[in-house]
């Protein structure tokens, strides 16, 4: 979510646009990356709901032409702010998970916040075809209110840091002939890499594991490529803030997960000239890939399938140049600019401007 809202606002039309960037708290690494044309504002707030007061005072004395929010909690805390603010200014918010197949419950105090959030809103964005059907059917939403539009990715920012040479990481980097692997997410249930490492443990030919992020599970996980005797060949680096030196020179970027909203690290790995497999899981992946042209999808929740899939690419340089080469040309429709103008079309037509 954060990177999206990074390459939407590094890449609106600044003819047209003039973005502001709203933070509850002004922290994270990823404020680095912002262009210096974006006026940055914090809330110096501690908590989500005690936002809502200083960001509908924020609303009433800046009066922005449209505002847009993301992740559910903070979409919950704009509307309320929108509301309390007594301006009558277009809010877009945005929805980047498969609600339903995370588990989200619909009935509980959260899940009514986001129905009367997301009712109120006057647009909502879905980062998927998938997302966009759950997010309609769950809240009972108006279909011509419910846009779709992909995450975006800064293609040719990719390109520029997956060439820096990357810090060296033993047992990873410095080898030659096992086939390297690579996985970037959060640490948790949902991206499935238990699935990965009993997947990988079963490869009759040598390989090793890298899987940069960081989150809840990382002592499971280590515990589970420990039980499988796989401790010396899965590598847990941390959040490396640029991981692209690591995808590109991976052999085979492998997504796990069992349940996406989009799949945004595929279509990274795609613009890294890195062959992709990924789970076909609800939703995204096969919004992104075409399987057997630019990358391959296999069964969810499965670690016999993807043992399957990694082991019959290794053993075809062949199909992963093939993919890789379709994947570059296939990957340019979420490029950064192009999408950037689909949320300015929507801003447009919002904003009744032109």
């Known amino acids: 979510a954060e990177r999206t809202f990074l390459n939407i606002l590094n890449h609106l039309d600044r003819s047209r646009f003039k ?7 002004r922290s994270g690494s990823y404020l680095a990356l912002l262009r210096e044309d974006v006026s940055v504002v914090s809330l110096e707030s501690s908590r989500t709901r005690r936002s809502v007061v200083p960001l509908a005072r924020w609303i009433r004395s800046e009066r922005p032409d449209v505002v847009m929010s993301t992740l559910l909690h903070i979409n919950v805390a704009t509307v309320a702010a929108m509301k309390l603010s007594g301006r009558k200014i277009p809010v877009v918010v945005r929805e980047s998970n498969h609600l339903t197949a995370a588990g989200r419950p619909i009935r509980s105090l959260s899940g009514c916040m986001m129905r009367w959030a997301y009712r109120h809103a006057d647009s909502v964005v879905a980062l998927s075809h998938g997302v966009q059907k759950d997010v309609i059917a769950r809240y009972g939403l108006d279909e011509d209110r419910v846009q779709m539009i992909h995450n975006p990715i800064d293609i040719s920012d990719i390109q520029k840091r997956a060439d820096e040479e990357a810090v060296p990481l033993k047992g990873w980097t410095n080898t030659v002939d096992p086939f390297k692997l690579v996985a970037v997410g959060r640490l948790v249930p949902q991206k499935g890499f238990d699935l990965l490492i009993k997947a990988a443990s079963r490869l ?3 390989w090793t594991l890298l899987i940069l992020g960081e989150g ?42 069992r349940w996406e909203g989009f799949g945004h690290v595929i279509a990274e790995a795609m613009a890294c000239g890195t062959p992709v497999l990924s789970t ?3 939703s995204g992946p096969d919004e992104i890939i075409q399987h057997g042209v630019d990358g391959e999808l296999c069964d969810p929740n499965s670690a016999g399938a993807l043992t399957q899939h990694i082991e019959n690419l290794l053993r075809s340089p062949e199909t992963r140049l093939k993919y890789a080469k379709a994947a570059a040309k296939s990957v340019c429709r979420f490029d950064a600019p192009a999408v950037a103008g689909r949320y300015g079309a929507l801003f447009t037509e919002l904003t009744g401007t032109s």
């Open 216 to 257: 809840s599970e990382k002592k499971r996980l280590r515990g589970l490529a420990a039980e499988l005797g796989v401790s010396d060949r899965v590598h847990f680096p941390g959040f490396i803030q640029n991981h692209f030196p690591y995808v590109a020179m991976a052999d085979l970027f492998v997504l796990s997960s």
């Open 204 to 206: 009759p030919l040598p």
């Open 19 to 25: 973005p502001v960037l709203v933070l509850y708290r």
């Open 280 to 282: 076909c899981c609800p």
